[in-house]
């Protein structure tokens, strides 16, 4: 159908409605557009909250566990890790998956919720650090009764991921 056809069509068809009916259509037409555009951006709005609050969440879960799995990463006490992990996994419903890497990013082990949503899913990778403390012995600049120097590193003994689904 040509452009013109089209228009000649709807012309005509719109002059053979009452007046009652065009302006019920001159009204409702653009109330059900605002309408539709309203709860669009509304889904939109909640959509992006929800996968903000996730995404928060998975940060704080994944800060707290790679402070919390520290000694069990560097020890390979893969039973303590399971355990940690599948009781935080147990006792939150929005935590998909959680998983541990060692340094070289090799899978350690990892716990899987059954009750998570596989839909629409976020994670979140922490590195897991153990402090090192760094104690010199030698009395600095060679002088007798000066203190010895310390230094603190952090150093990276594995990651872990956590996964979130609403």
Same mark, same amino acid.
């Given at each position: 159908?040509?452009?013109?056809?089209?228009?000649?069509?709807?012309?005509?068809?719109?002059?053979?409605?009452?007046?009652?009916?065009?302006?019920?259509?001159?009204?409702?037409?653009?109330?059900?557009?605002?309408?539709?555009?309203?709860?669009?951006?509304? =889904? *939109? %709005?909640?959509? +992006?909250?929800?996968?903000?609050?996730?995404?928060?969440?998975?940060?704080? $879960?994944?800060? /707290?566990?790679?402070?919390?799995?520290?000694?069990?990463?560097?020890?390979?006490?893969?039973?303590?890790? =399971? *355990? %940690?992990?599948? +009781?935080?996994?147990?006792?939150?419903?929005?935590?998909?998956?959680?998983? $541990?890497?060692? /340094?070289?990013?090799?899978?350690?082990?990892?716990?899987?919720?059954?009750?998570?949503?596989?839909?629409?899913?976020?994670?979140?990778?922490?590195?897991?650090?153990?402090?090192?403390?760094?104690?010199?012995?030698?009395?600095?600049?060679?002088?007798?009764?000066?203190?010895?120097?310390?230094?603190?590193?952090?150093?990276?003994?594995?990651?872990?991921?956590?996964?979130?689904?609403?």
């Amino acid at each position: 159908m040509s452009p013109s056809n089209w228009h000649n069509r709807w012309h005509h068809q719109w002059h053979h409605l009452s007046i009652r009916n065009r302006v019920l259509l001159a009204t409702i037409v653009p109330v059900l557009y605002l309408f539709c555009s309203v709860v669009g951006y509304s =889904y *939109q %709005s909640r959509q +992006a909250e929800t996968h903000a609050e996730l995404n928060e969440r998975a940060h704080i $879960v994944a800060t /707290a566990l790679a402070e919390s799995l520290a000694a069990n990463v560097v020890n390979r006490n893969i039973a303590g890790l =399971y *355990q %940690s992990m599948n +009781a935080l996994v147990q006792s939150d419903r929005s935590i998909q998956r959680i998983a $541990v890497f060692d /340094a070289q990013h090799q899978e350690m082990t990892h716990v899987t919720s059954l009750a998570a949503n596989q839909a629409q899913e976020s994670f979140v990778e922490m590195p897991i650090q153990k402090k090192l403390i760094w104690v010199s012995l030698l009395p600095q600049g060679g002088q007798e009764g000066q203190t010895s120097a310390t230094a603190t590193r952090k150093a990276e003994v594995g990651f872990v991921r956590v996964t979130m689904s609403p």
